[in-house]
């Protein structure tokens, strides 16, 4: 940031606090999406870990909508090839006779039933419809996101100048640290983003330490 601070606009856009409220939100569905994810992967692998035989990625669509229709092992055992293939993914997508005939072999190999499967698929069921409202989030929060990046010509200015920086995270940059003309110097601005350090010299010691007051979520931006 420091070496492209110059890149970053002054601005006293009302827009900004709303980004700031959006690129956060953004992030923390971010974090709960991984949580959900995670939390999914480890309760398949108590009952139905098979499943991540055939999907190891579970946030595909695939996957999601395949676990909603059939979350227990013995419904899959019970239901046609065919009848799997068939579901809808989307108007235009199923999820075909590949995946399906996968997962029909891999649950033909299980010799064990759970006695809570019931309840296991349950808790199945209801993680998929998090995972999904999260998604779901993250989507809206994207779409209006862009919507500032195409209002906001300094979004567009930092994504172009910062390396490495696309359209998402200058939006980020942008809403955490707002006017740059409040930073009187480059060391300043790095010291509010936390990538700076402050003086600590003593006599004949020379030393630094790292700033307390800082902007985290610049931070992690940068």
């Given at each position: 940031?420091?070496?492209?601070a110059?890149?970053?606009?002054?601005?006293?856009?009302?827009?900004?606090?709303?980004?700031?409220?959006?690129?956060?939100?953004?992030?923390?569905?971010?974090?709960?999406?991984?949580?959900?994810?995670?939390?999914?992967?480890?309760?398949?692998?108590?009952?139905?870990?098979?499943?991540?035989?055939?999907f190891?990625?579970?946030?595909?669509?695939?996957?999601?909508?395949?676990?909603?229709?059939?979350?227990?092992?013995?419904?899959?055992?019970?239901?046609?090839?065919?009848?799997?293939?068939?579901?809808?993914?989307?108007?235009?997508?199923?999820?075909?006779?590949?995946?399906?005939?996968?997962?029909?072999?891999?649950?033909?190999?299980?010799?064990?039933?759970?006695?809570?499967?019931?309840e296991?698929?349950?808790?199945?069921?209801?993680?998929?419809?998090?995972?999904?409202?999260f998604?779901?989030?993250?989507?809206?929060?994207?779409?209006?996101?862009?919507?500032?990046?195409e209002?906001?010509?300094?979004?567009?200015?930092?994504?172009?100048?910062?390396?490495?920086?696309?359209?998402l995270?200058?939006?980020?940059?942008?809403?955490e640290?707002?006017?740059?003309?409040?930073?009187?110097?480059?060391?300043?601005?790095?010291?509010?983003?936390?990538?700076?350090?402050?003086?600590?010299?003593?006599?004949?010691?020379?030393?630094?330490?790292?700033?307390?007051?800082?902007?985290?979520?610049?931070?992690?931006?940068?």
């Amino acid at each position: 940031i420091q070496h492209h601070a110059q890149a970053i606009q002054s601005s006293s856009d009302p827009r900004l606090g709303k980004l700031r409220a959006l690129t956060r939100q953004y992030r923390t569905t971010k974090r709960d999406l991984t949580r959900a994810l995670n939390r999914l992967e480890k309760h398949l692998l108590g009952y139905f870990p098979d499943f991540l035989q055939v999907f190891d990625n579970l946030q595909t669509l695939t996957a999601r909508t395949l676990l909603a229709h059939y979350p227990a092992p013995s419904k899959i055992a019970r239901t046609r090839e065919t009848t799997i293939a068939k579901l809808k993914l989307s108007d235009k997508r199923s999820v075909g006779p590949k995946a399906a005939a996968k997962l029909k072999a891999q649950v033909a190999s299980i010799t064990y039933l759970d006695p809570l499967e019931a309840e296991m698929s349950t808790v199945t069921q209801t993680i998929i419809a998090q995972i999904n409202l999260f998604l779901e989030q993250i989507d809206t929060l994207l779409a209006q996101i862009q919507s500032f990046a195409e209002q906001m010509p300094q979004i567009k200015q930092v994504a172009e100048n910062v390396p490495g920086a696309g359209p998402l995270t200058a939006a980020e940059l942008i809403a955490e640290i707002g006017d740059i003309h409040r930073f009187a110097t480059r060391d300043k601005l790095s010291l509010y983003c936390g990538i700076g350090c402050l003086d600590h010299s003593s006599g004949k010691s020379i030393s630094a330490r790292k700033p307390i007051r800082i902007n985290h979520n610049a931070k992690i931006l940068s």
